[in-house]
């Protein structure tokens, strides 16, 4: 069935292969690269940066000396060569929540090394904070759009980071949306996600 490049549920603009693309993050390949890879930080808006402040005592440990430096010298975030609001890096590449640690891979229970990780997330889980992190990171590798007239679009940053993500998508048959529901559900609402599934099902996506 040819299915129409961009689909729209509610006010959100969906690029049609977010529904047909498999994708699977697999950290014991890329370890994390896309915190790292880029010539700017992650996209975020004035209430996340209020809120990603008031995580900063909580994380401070663990990040690097560098990134210290940079949140005294700028904060946490800045505004890129287009424009937009991103969390600040270091060195030109690193996020300055990046920290790098071993962790155990949920698939085959053996250590990935030296994995680039969130500092922002490990103190969330941990119960110190309220705030996880940027939807932005959290919804990679969809890339939101915001449009003038109250519209947002979503599309799919393909990324050559992210190979081994979709040779494991398409191992485990997982699809990108299903990948990032949690995420989805974060940003637009279940009953959003669920008529989003509608949709993939009277497509034969499913």
């Not at 975030?77 to 990046?98: H, K, W």
Request: overall charge negative; glycine content about 6%; charged content about 25%.
């Amino acid at each position: 069935m040819q299915l129409p490049p961009i689909l729209q549920i509610g006010d959100v603009l969906i690029s049609s292969d977010i529904l047909t693309e498999k994708f699977c993050c697999d950290l014991s390949v890329c370890k994390g690269q896309c915190c790292v890879e880029g010539d700017a930080g992650a996209p975020v808006t004035m209430e996340e940066i209020a809120e990603i402040e008031e995580c900063v005592d909580a994380v401070w440990q663990d990040l690097s000396a560098s990134a210290q430096s940079v949140i005294d010298k700028q904060g946490v975030a800045y505004t890129d060569q287009e424009g937009d609001l991103v969390t600040s890096i270091v060195r030109g590449r690193d996020c300055v929540f990046t920290y790098y640690a071993d962790i155990d891979d949920f698939d085959t229970h053996q250590p990935i090394r030296n994995c680039c990780l969130c500092a922002l997330e490990k103190a969330y889980r941990a119960g110190y904070t309220r705030f996880c992190k940027p939807i932005s990171c959290a919804l990679y590798p969809i890339r939101e759009k915001r449009f003038g007239n109250g519209l947002v679009g979503l599309n799919y940053n393909r990324w050559d980071v992210c190979k081994a993500a979709v040779a494991k998508g398409v191992k485990e048959d997982i699809r990108l949306y299903q990948f990032l529901r949690d995420p989805l559900v974060r940003r637009f609402g279940q009953a959003w996600y669920d008529e989003l599934c509608e949709v993939a099902s009277s497509l034969s996506i499913l």
